[in-house]
């Protein structure tokens, strides 16, 4: 599977956009971007995939780079709530279920 | 609709004890998959049900654990003679699965155990 890379940490304030970077160079055209987010004490959270379009849905938006190399996860107004690790991990289309998480990164939203 | 759920929260057991997790996933999942979370640690895939049967049981660490899922829906891990390394959040997930198709996974809160 194509690795991922992540910045270890980030601020941001509440009630401003959020963007989470991710490299994933190696993805090859089979292959999703998805992004899950963990909440302290809780189970992973699913928040968004795509292939090659952008997407967008009631929690984020995924931008996808033409290219594919790269993606970038906006959350459109961080709140308080939005503190958690996020993990940018690429899976195939087909047949692959185990869910690997790398290192994400830390966000944390301040008032 | 209601999400994946598990039982109990947290568990505390004595060294060498037994132990059953319990896991109610979405209703209409047909996977359900096991994995757990050390402390620090990323997840570690334990085991993926498509119904009934479990197809993949490579990530069990031992024969010490075991997992059975009936009528398509509950399942429950086991862990027997548990050891202090076994301490962990137990974490439950399901999903849609049709035609090996990747879809996305939701997880429930899962269940800490602690070994003392």
């Known amino acids: 599977d194509a690795k991922t890379t992540q910045p270890p940490s980030m601020d941001c304030a509440e009630g401003r956009a959020a963007n989470l970077p991710c490299n994933h160079s190696?993805?090859?055209?089979?292959?999703?971007v998805y992004w899950y987010r963990q909440i302290h004490s809780q189970g992973p959270q699913y928040i968004i995939h795509?292939?090659?379009n952008n997407e967008t849905n009631e929690m984020a938006s995924l931008i996808i780079t033409e290219d594919r190399k790269s993606s970038t996860l906006i959350l459109p107004h961080a709140t308080l709530r939005d503190t958690a690790v996020y993990y940018c991990?690429?899976?195939?289309?087909?047949?692959?279920?185990?869910?690997?998480f790398g290192a994400g990164t830390t966000v944390t939203v301040r008032a | 609709g209601a999400g994946v759920s598990q039982s109990p929260s947290n568990k505390v057991t004595e060294k060498g004890k037994d132990v059953e997790l319990r896991c109610d996933p979405i209703?209409?999942?047909?996977?359900l998959y096991w994995y757990r979370q050390s402390l620090g640690q990323g997840l570690e895939f334990l085991i993926y049900f498509q119904g009934n049967s479990a197809p993949d049981k490579s990530g069990l660490p031992s024969d010490r654990f075991s997992a059975e899922r009936t009528g398509g829906s509950v399942s429950t891990l086991t862990i027997q003679r548990t050891q202090q390394e076994d301490s962990a959040v137990y974490l439950c997930a399901s999903s849609l699965a049709s035609g090996g198709s990747s879809y996305e996974q939701y997880f429930g809160p899962g269940t800490r155990l602690t070994v003392t």
């Open positions: 991990i690429v899976r195939p289309v087909f047949n692959d279920y185990k869910l690997s």
């Open positions: 209703s209409g999942h047909t996977a």
């Open positions: 190696t993805i090859s055209g089979n292959e999703y």
């Open positions: 795509g292939l090659k």
